[in-house]
């Protein structure tokens, strides 16, 4: 079990977001094993540009303001 910060617990709520539209699309009576590869491309994809998303705009809304 991995020991996540505070930001990445958030940065993984705002993925969830992400992959649960796509899933939406897909299809969530879709079983995992039927999924095309395109679509297992997809939500990882999703999931990992939603993850660096989150966790660019947390460290953005953290960094101190430069007074000039």
């Known amino acids: 079990m991995v020991d996540l910060t505070e930001e990445e617990r958030t940065a993984v709520t ?9 899933m939406d699309e897909i299809g969530w009576q879709t079983a995992f094993a039927d999924l095309t590869e395109a679509q297992v491309r997809a939500l990882i994809e999703e ?4 993850f660096r998303e989150a966790m660019s705009d947390i460290a953005k ?4 303001e430069i007074p000039f």
């Open 14 to 22: 705002a993925t969830m977001k992400r992959v649960a539209l796509l």
């Open 61 to 64: 809304s953290n960094a101190p």
């Open 47 to 50: 999931a990992v540009e939603g």
